[in-house]
């Protein structure tokens, strides 16, 4: 009898242990989607934070768009949105239709580097010089102190249509980039592309200024104005403002969003920005 009694208890036991959900399945899920440019940084502070935090399932979503990130927020699909720019009035307007206010919250900066071949013997452009080039305003490095030569402009395609977008709308003030710009997939392209053709000019992050290819070309100092000092891109320069071609980095949220997501956002903030 007491034989009986016991392997009741144990089957009961077991019955209902099954009915508990499993370490796995009590995980708060956090879905982070949105540029892919912020994906490396965001990935690995994710999982750090998962170390310190294991009560918490983070994914970020990778090979994704500021735009799709974006969609997904307002439709309700992730919890938080990377945006390599700011959010624009159609998404505002967008999430305004469902009821919903977003969060904006600023990561840091990363810079856009002005890159030409090394034989060109121009060193440094203002802020107006780099627009009117780009735009196509200027086409002859003479008319900028360099030599009587033809400026080739190369631009990137749509793997990067986060970065062209800060370009165009940002950088050269919301004017296009010239349409005789030769346009490539991506940064390492162009960089390899500058290094090989005299009086070319690009522009690319500062992430992809590594040693390697792109010490075959060489990074232009700028200046906010005629009357500012050159300066050269670098973290230190990006995070403190003096290098006047800065891109905000932001991730955005539901204003309710709950305590995990708030507190993970709270987290990446606090870390700052590395390209």
């Given at each position: 009898m007491k034989k009986i009694l016991i392997i009741a208890i144990i089957v009961a036991t077991f019955s209902i242990a099954g009915d508990l959900p499993s370490a796995a399945q009590t995980k708060v899920p956090i879905k982070v989607t949105g540029a892919d440019s912020m994906w490396d940084r965001v990935h690995h502070?994710?999982?750090?934070?998962?170390?310190?935090?294991?009560q918490v399932d983070i994914t970020v979503s990778r090979h994704s768009l500021a735009d799709e990130g974006m969609k997904a927020l307002v439709a309700g699909e992730t919890d938080v949105a990377m945006a390599s720019r700011k959010i624009t009035a159609q998404e505002s307007e967008a999430?305004?239709?469902k009821g919903l206010?977003?969060?904006?919250?600023?990561v840091g900066y990363g810079g856009i580097v002005i890159i030409t071949d090394l034989q060109n013997p121009v060193n440094e452009l203002s802020i107006d010089q780099v627009r009117k080039t780009?735009?196509?305003?200027?086409?002859?490095?003479?008319?900028i102190s360099g030599q009587d030569l033809a400026i080739t402009v190369f631009k990137s395609g749509e793997k990067n249509p986060g970065t062209l977008l800060f370009?165009?709308?940002d950088m050269l003030g919301g004017v296009p980039i010239t349409k005789s710009a030769i346009t490539l997939p991506d940064f390492?392209?162009?960089i390899k592309k500058v290094a090989e053709t005299a009086g070319s000019i690009a522009y690319v992050r500062m992430?992809?200024?590594?040693?390697?290819p792109a010490a075959r070309t060489k990074s232009l100092k700028i200046r906010k104005d005629e009357h500012s000092l050159p300066v050269s891109a670098s973290r230190a320069t990006i995070r403190n403002g003096t290098y006047p071609l800065r891109r905000p980095y932001y991730l955005y949220t539901v204003a309710n969003a709950g305590k995990d997501v708030r507190s993970f956002v709270d987290f990446l903030v606090s870390q700052g920005w590395r390209e």
């Amino acid at each position: 009898m007491k034989k009986i009694l016991i392997i009741a208890i144990i089957v009961a036991t077991f019955s209902i242990a099954g009915d508990l959900p499993s370490a796995a399945q009590t995980k708060v899920p956090i879905k982070v989607t949105g540029a892919d440019s912020m994906w490396d940084r965001v990935h690995h502070l994710a999982l750090l934070y998962m170390k310190d935090d294991p009560q918490v399932d983070i994914t970020v979503s990778r090979h994704s768009l500021a735009d799709e990130g974006m969609k997904a927020l307002v439709a309700g699909e992730t919890d938080v949105a990377m945006a390599s720019r700011k959010i624009t009035a159609q998404e505002s307007e967008a999430a305004k239709v469902k009821g919903l206010q977003l969060d904006e919250h600023l990561v840091g900066y990363g810079g856009i580097v002005i890159i030409t071949d090394l034989q060109n013997p121009v060193n440094e452009l203002s802020i107006d010089q780099v627009r009117k080039t780009f735009t196509g305003e200027i086409v002859n490095w003479k008319d900028i102190s360099g030599q009587d030569l033809a400026i080739t402009v190369f631009k990137s395609g749509e793997k990067n249509p986060g970065t062209l977008l800060f370009v165009e709308n940002d950088m050269l003030g919301g004017v296009p980039i010239t349409k005789s710009a030769i346009t490539l997939p991506d940064f390492p392209g162009i960089i390899k592309k500058v290094a090989e053709t005299a009086g070319s000019i690009a522009y690319v992050r500062m992430r992809d200024t590594f040693p390697g290819p792109a010490a075959r070309t060489k990074s232009l100092k700028i200046r906010k104005d005629e009357h500012s000092l050159p300066v050269s891109a670098s973290r230190a320069t990006i995070r403190n403002g003096t290098y006047p071609l800065r891109r905000p980095y932001y991730l955005y949220t539901v204003a309710n969003a709950g305590k995990d997501v708030r507190s993970f956002v709270d987290f990446l903030v606090s870390q700052g920005w590395r390209e």
